[in-house]
């Protein structure tokens, strides 16, 4: 029995040869959350701004707001608006990983023709 499962699994055609449109479209909202990870500069500056709010200037801040980190809705502000700032070639790239490039005319080249020489 399972065998019969595996050989239809096998055998099907698991992608086919021309994506529909509702297809891409499901891949293409699957990426907009995942579209931009976070640049290096990003990082940067959110580890930057942890040390900084970890540092004893900014301790009187966490005793009055019960341990908040003095600069969290800025690190928050960062990592969430990634997706907004998002490149648009990393879309354009998953379109061209999905749809498959036209097929190249071949060339006709003429047998009475001699090649050209270059100089």
């Known amino acids: 029995m399972q065998e019969?499962?595996?050989?239809q699994v096998i055998g099907a055609d698991l992608f086919?040869?021309?994506p529909s449109v509702d297809g891409l479209r499901q891949v293409l909202q699957f990426m907009e959350p995942h579209?931009?990870?976070l640049s290096t500069e990003q990082?940067?500056?959110i580890?930057?701004?942890n040390y900084l709010g970890m540092r004893n200037v900014h301790q009187e801040y966490r005793d009055q707001h019960k341990g908040k980190h003095p600069y969290s809705d800025l690190?928050?502000?960062i990592?969430?608006?990634?997706q907004s700032h998002a490149d648009p070639g990393v879309f354009l790239r998953t379109i061209e990983a999905v749809v498959p490039p036209p097929p190249r005319p071949m060339a006709e080249?003429?047998?009475?023709?001699?090649p050209r020489r270059r100089r």
């Open 75 to 77: 690190i928050r502000w």
């Open 47 to 49: 580890a930057y701004l």
């Open 109 to 114: 080249t003429s047998p009475s023709a001699p």
């Open 35 to 37: 579209a931009q990870p």
């Open 43 to 45: 990082l940067r500056g």
């Open 79 to 82: 990592v969430d608006s990634a």
């Open 16 to 18: 086919t040869s021309t």
């Open 4 to 7: 019969d499962r595996l050989q």
